[in-house]
């Protein structure tokens, strides 16, 4: 496996086929068509991440929601799979936040933000997406609303 560090701080892990000595060239132009690739859809991303907050900032109480909506962008990028998809979202979601925050200490802590939790969430978003995960509401509403 290659690992590519992106500018965003993502480090991406691509296979590929190193087999012989001829491969390992081909293999070389790949990784780098494969790196400007995704920077490509970070940037795209990250530019939709900027319309998507209208001017506004990224920030601890919207950063769940615009993910979510980055989610529903990037599931429209069929030459990503699951793992890329992920790290495209938060390869964008940094790019934005070294953006956007000229104070590093808020910009250290959105990051320690994205970082620890995000990808967790994103799990779950797609678990449920897929219906490998069962929410129920009703039962939990009923529990909530019958205290009161």
Same mark, same amino acid.
Request: net charge negative.
């Given at each position: 496996?290659?690992?590519?560090?992106?500018? =965003?701080?993502?480090?991406?892990?691509?296979?590929?086929?190193?087999?012989?000595?001829?491969?390992?060239?081909?293999?070389?132009? =790949?990784?780098?068509? =494969?790196? =400007?690739?995704?920077?490509?859809?970070?940037?795209?991303?990250?530019?939709?991440?900027?319309?998507?907050?209208?001017?506004?900032?990224?920030?601890?109480?919207?950063?769940? &929601?615009?993910? &979510?909506?980055?989610?529903?962008?990037?599931?429209?990028?069929?030459?990503?799979?699951?793992?890329?998809?992920?790290?495209?979202?938060?390869?964008?979601?940094?790019?934005?936040?070294?953006?956007?925050?000229?104070?590093?200490?808020?910009?250290?802590?959105?990051?320690?933000?994205?970082?620890?939790?995000?990808?967790?969430? &994103?799990?779950?978003?797609?678990?449920?997406?897929?219906?490998?995960?069962? &929410?129920?509401?009703?039962?939990?509403?009923?529990?909530?609303?019958?205290?009161?």
């Amino acid at each position: 496996m290659t690992e590519i560090a992106q500018s =965003t701080g993502v480090v991406l892990n691509i296979k590929t086929d190193t087999t012989t000595e001829t491969t390992d060239t081909t293999t070389d132009t =790949t990784t780098e068509t =494969t790196d =400007t690739t995704t920077a490509s859809t970070i940037e795209r991303l990250y530019e939709e991440v900027k319309r998507l907050l209208h001017g506004g900032k990224l920030s601890p109480t919207n950063v769940v &929601i615009i993910m &979510i909506d980055l989610m529903q962008i990037v599931d429209n990028y069929p030459t990503l799979k699951g793992q890329q998809k992920k790290l495209v979202l938060l390869g964008a979601i940094n790019m934005l936040i070294d953006d956007q925050n000229d104070n590093v200490d808020d910009a250290s802590d959105l990051k320690m933000l994205v970082k620890t939790t995000l990808p967790s969430v &994103i799990d779950v978003v797609v678990s449920i997406d897929k219906k490998q995960l069962k &929410i129920k509401a009703k039962k939990v509403w009923t529990m909530l609303l019958g205290c009161c």
